[in-house]
């Protein structure tokens, strides 16, 4: 599975499944709060029935002692009779304590009803309360279902949508292969000529020629030496470079060459050099370092302005590279890093080079840090580990 293709999927199902999640969480509080209320209605419903099959049963009773033998009990509620001060008066002692409130309420963990009575033969009873168990119990299950339920709903979905993005990826994942296969094939196709033309500019006899045909063949070693540049670009995001092998490289001499290869680019601009370098060699693969070198050189020229300087500094531990050009905001450093991101669209190129730099940086432990201003111009500065500095 592509890197894109595998962020899509992640991203698609992880929008998906968080969607249901929210909506579940809302249907379920909704379906917990319907199934409290219901509850706590039935519970409301039977402590009412029994208060009024209590007041029934003792409606005759001469006295409180004979309310024991005509009072009906039912398992799940305690029954109590208060007088006028609200005080509990049968049975004694009291089997509970409630502040007093007219009707059906809660308190504590226990629900309570208090109905106005009136006895016919014992007339210090004027209440009659019925105390409930509250509804935890049944609450807790409702929770427990409502879980279970919520943590199937979210694996069945997010399975299914998973299977159903990877069926429907599938066609686009088929067009991206053949795409990446057509671009494998047209890059191993302007291999030989890219090649043929930049040895045959190289080692043209140019002494012979007249200013206007110099000119012109200094035009097309430009324009060769900048498809090449794109091409070796192209052809090293196709391959893995965790397979070089490092070696003993010499970054002044190295510098130096990539400076010469692009002067002819730089002077299409009437760009100056200003060089500070220092010797020094570490251990890293001679042609990676040489990709680094060739696309910071790449675009210090591309963005640079008119008549502006291109400053190099090597020492033992760093090397930067600074421009006089259009610059960009500082705000926008981590993002210039990204495949495909150009500074500037009206120039050329794929916006691949700062994204191999970084990977190359990444593959050997260099620290890359970027400093802009816009219009003013941008610097570069590579930091390696003293464990790759060859001290001489």
């Given at each position: 599975m592509l890197q ?9 199902v ?22 409290k209320k219901?509850?706590t209605?039935?519970?409301?419903d ?14 005759y009773?001469q006295?409180i ?11 799940k ?18 089997p ?6 007219q ?7 226990h629900?309570?009803?208090?109905k ?15 105390r ?6 049944e ?8 879980l ?18 990877k ?7 088929q ?11 047209a ?5 030989t ?7 045959s ?10 200013q ?6 200094n ?5 060769t ?8 670009d192209?052809?090293?995001?196709m391959?893995?470079?965790?397979h ?9 001499e190295?510098?130096?060459?990539r400076i ?7 002077s299409t ?6 060089k500070?370098?220092?010797?020094c ?7 990676l370092?040489?990709?680094?070198i ?6 210090a ?16 531990n760093s090397?930067s590279?600074?421009d ?10 981590k ?9 500037d ?14 990977s ?6 260099i ?8 219009d003013?111009g941008?610097?570069f ?8 500095i060859?001290h001489?």
């Open positions: 894109a293709e595998k962020k899509s999927l992640i991203q698609f992880s929008v998906f499944v968080g969607l249901n999640i929210i909506f579940l969480i809302i249907l379920s509080t909704l379906y917990y709060n319907y199934q219901i509850y209605e039935i519970l409301q039977e402590m009412i029935y029994y208060t009024e099959t209590a007041y029934e049963s003792v409606y009773a006295n002692a004979d309310l024991d033998e005509y009072l009906l009990h039912h398992p509620f305690d029954i109590a009779m208060m007088d006028k001060n609200k005080n509990i008066i049968y049975p004694n002692p009291a509970f304590k409630v502040k007093f409130k009707g059906f309420f809660r308190e504590d963990t629900y309570f009803f208090i106005t009575i009136e006895l016919e033969n014992i007339e210090n009873i004027h209440y009659l309360i019925v409930g168990d509250a509804i935890d119990d609450l807790n299950k409702t929770k427990q279902t409502i279970i339920v919520l943590i199937f709903s979210i694996v069945f979905f997010g399975a299914v949508i998973f299977i159903l993005s069926i429907f990826l599938r066609p686009l994942r067009y991206i292969e053949l795409l990446n296969k057509f671009i494998t094939d890059i191993h196709e302007l291999n000529p890219i090649s043929v033309l930049s040895m500019l190289e080692t043209m006899e140019v002494d012979e020629l007249s206007k045909n110099l000119k012109s063949t035009r097309m070693l430009i324009a030496r900048t498809l090449s540049h794109l091409y070796n192209l052809t090293f995001t391959f893995s470079s965790e070089y092998p490092v070696q003993k490289t010499d970054l002044k190295l510098i130096l060459q010469d290869y692009f002067m002819p680019l730089a601009k009437n760009l100056s050099f200003t500070e370098l220092r010797e060699e570490i251990m890293i693969n001679e042609r370092m040489g990709r680094i060739d696309n910071l050189l790449s675009n020229i591309k963005y640079n302005k008119k008549n502006g300087n291109i400053k190099i500094e090597l020492n033992e090397f590279i600074s006089t050009g259009i610059g960009f905001d500082q705000s926008k450093s993002e210039i890093f990204e495949r495909y991101k150009r500074f669209n009206s120039n050329g190129g794929f916006g691949l080079g700062l994204s191999i730099v970084k190359l940086c990444d593959l050997y432990d620290e890359i840090e970027v400093v802009s201003k816009k003013i941008t610097t500065t590579l930091t390696w580990n003293n464990s790759r060859i001489t």
